[in-house]
Nanobody
Framework: QVQLVESGGGLVQAGGSLRLSCAAS????????MAWYRQAPGKQRDLVAL???????DYADSVKGRFTISRDNAKNTVYLQMNSLKPEDTAVYYC????????????????WGQGTQVTVST
């Protein structure tokens, strides 16, 4: 099992910044990457950014140039630096870890955190 604990969410004004953290523990050798998803009320859960164990990153078009995903292997932590935040970034942000052998990032059989609320006010 892998446990994921997110932190860093909160309320921020449009144009501001937040940094989310996702601390992973447990059988980390069973995963091959981590990602951030977000879900706004009444909407589906969408990929925000991902980073593989090899360091490859990818972003949703809506956050490219504003968000940066990174990791600290010594701390087993993945970060999501969010700059130039917009009201449409308001959502619950979830950290996920993809299990080795899984093809899909959003598979419910992957590991998921409890989520952290990000609210961007106008």
């Amino acid at each position: 099992q892998v446990q994921l604990v997110e932190s860093g969410g909160g309320l921020v004004q449009a144009g501001g910044s937040l940094r989310l953290s996702c601390a992973a523990s447990g059988r980390l050798f069973t995963i091959n990457g981590m990602a951030w998803y977000r879900q706004a009320p009444g909407k589906q859960r969408d990929l925000v950014a991902l980073i593989t164990n090899g360091g490859t990153t990818d972003y949703a078009d809506s956050v490219k140039g504003r968000f940066t995903i990174s990791r600290d292997n010594a701390k087993n932590t993945v970060y999501l630096q969010m700059n130039s935040l917009k009201p449409e970034d308001t959502a619950v942000y979830y950290c996920t870890a993809r299990r080795r052998g899984m093809l899909e990032w959003q598979d419910p059989n992957n590991y998921w955190g409890q989520g952290t609320q990000v609210t961007v006010s106008t």
